[in-house]
């Protein structure tokens, strides 16, 4: 079993503070995604990363792929109570079409 | 456009009954996937059905089985419920671009 494991679990912070959410795995993938999970809803899709190093940026979200292709980072810049949600890593299962999703960390953003 | 429906969005159930879940996929997604996911934890992959066949399986006992459709709707059904078998049910529908969850169903189980 390919396992993702999210850090931090959960996160409280202020509107306007920077932070930065870890998917680690001791696996490479050949590429991860990146889910926000809002309460009430479904998981969408933020970002799929594919190539060792990549960056990848969304408005003031930035995404990382490992060199290694093993990690991933989600950092936020200047955060809003917009923000807040359930932050999921997940990756395709080998030769199989099923997504594998991390442990997940929990962000809330106060005013 | 569409994107994928869930129902119904929650439901309460006793301890032992037996419960059906309703998922109509994105428009051009042929494949249907289900998900428990626990209070604050990540989706668990529960199976799959495409071409109405079950393609894969997770790691769910037998009293968890589903159907799909010819019009690639599908039902997850779930015997002798549990109280551990409260959770968030979400449905995702995918093709070879990518996947569209829905907002899945609320199961309450008491």
């Known amino acids: 079993t390919q396992l993702l494991e999210q850090s931090p679990q959960f996160l409280s912070i202020q509107e306007g503070e920077n932070l930065t959410v870890y998917c680690n795995s001791s696996s490479v993938f050949s590429s991860l995604q990146w889910y926000r999970q809002e309460p009430g809803e479904g998981p969408v899709l933020l970002v799929t990363?594919?190539?060792?190093?990549e960056v990848k940026k969304l408005k003031r979200l930035t995404f990382q792929f490992g060199d290694a292709r093993k990690d991933s980072s989600l950092h936020i810049t200047a955060a809003q109570p917009g923000d807040t949600g359930l932050y999921l890593c997940a990756h395709e299962s080998y030769n199989t079409d099923k997504l594998i999703f991390g442990t997940g960390t929990r962000l809330q953003v106060f005013p | 456009d569409a994107g994928v429906t869930q129902s119904p969005t929650h439901l309460i159930k006793t301890r032992g009954q037996q419960v059906t879940l309703r998922c109509s996929p994105k428009s051009g997604h042929d494949t249907v996937s289900w998900y428990q996911q626990a209070l604050g934890q990540g989706p668990q992959f529960i199976f799959q059905?495409?071409?109405?066949?079950?393609?894969q399986r997770g790691n769910f006992p037998d009293r968890f089985s589903g159907h799909q459709f010819p019009n690639y709707s599908s039902e997850l059904n779930v015997n002798a419920l549990l109280l551990g078998d409260s959770a968030l049910y979400l449905c995702?529908?995918?093709?070879?671009?990518?996947?569209?969850f829905g907002s899945g169903t609320r199961l309450t189980v008491v």
């Open positions: 990363v594919v190539t060792g190093g």
């Open positions: 995702a529908s995918s093709n070879r671009w990518g996947y569209t």
């Open positions: 059905y495409y071409e109405e066949e079950e393609r």
